[in-house]
């Protein structure tokens, strides 16, 4: 992506938050895009192109609520695994618990994450009165619930990685690994990931337009690329 692609396009490198339109300049930018593609198939009219897009967003939050229902249900067996892990002792050993503890708490979290995708929405008698407008809302909402579906989804891979290890320390190493440090450190990484890693390439590209953002590949050219978004955010700090 070069200096004149927005940053709210998305990116090969972000993750969470990657090919979503995140601003009111990349949401003028995906109907521009999706007003094009109409145009290349047939002759469109503004009519067209509003209703194609209304429905290709309804099908979108669609495959949005059908997708979370399956990230609920998983969680559910995740917890009833938990349960289960508890019930022949009724404690957990040492050794285990701040990976179970984490575990518990990420299925947990996952599942009101995903009940924030699936919170019903209404089209208002406003958003009725102004097609642009709805889509707008629509195109956003789309977003915000993506990004939510994401995280939600990161949370229940972490959860079930943290299961399988569980299992193996208990039944297979007989609780000779001590995963308090490796629970930390999957949950400092975790955040980062999740939180302010798209946030500071974001920051950096707007600070920095020159930095491609589908440039930076890790390992092979990370170091230059990042030395260059350190310097941008630097930069940014002292001008603020």
């Not at 990116?11 to 995140?22: E, G, R």
């Not at 399956?70 to 040492?94: D, G, K, R």
């Not at 979290?109 to 407008?133: C, D, G, K, M, Y």
Request: charged share 20%.
């Amino acid at each position: 992506m070069g200096a004149s692609t927005p940053p709210s396009q998305g990116a090969s490198m972000l993750w969470i938050k990657a090919a979503l339109p995140l601003d009111e300049r990349g949401v003028r930018a995906y109907r521009t895009a999706w007003r094009a593609l109409l145009e290349k198939t047939r002759q469109a009219s503004p009519q067209e192109v509003q209703r194609s897009l209304f429905d290709h967003l309804y099908d979108n939050l669609n495959v949005l609520d059908a997708k979370t229902g399956v990230v609920i249900s998983l969680n559910s067996i995740l917890i009833a695994a938990y349960v289960f892990i508890l019930t022949p002792s009724n404690s957990v050993p040492a050794a285990d618990l701040p990976a179970f503890m984490l575990a518990v708490s990420y299925s947990t979290v996952a599942v009101f994450r995903s009940l924030l995708v699936i919170w019903l929405h209404w089209s208002s008698r406003a958003n009725l009165q102004n097609p642009t407008a709805h889509m707008r809302a629509l195109i956003r909402l789309r977003t915000k619930r993506t990004i939510q579906f994401r995280r939600a989804w990161t949370y229940t891979a972490v959860s079930l990685v943290a299961l399988v290890i569980l299992i193996a320390n208990e039944f297979m190493l007989q609780n000779r690994l001590d995963l308090t440090w490796p629970a930390v450190a999957i949950l400092l990484a975790h955040h980062f990931m999740i939180y302010p890693y798209d946030n500071l390439v974001l920051l950096a590209h707007k600070r920095w337009p020159a930095i491609p953002l589908e440039g930076i590949q890790l390992p092979a050219r990370c170091r230059s690329r990042w030395r260059k978004i350190r310097r941008a955010l630097c930069r940014r700090g002292q001008r603020a």
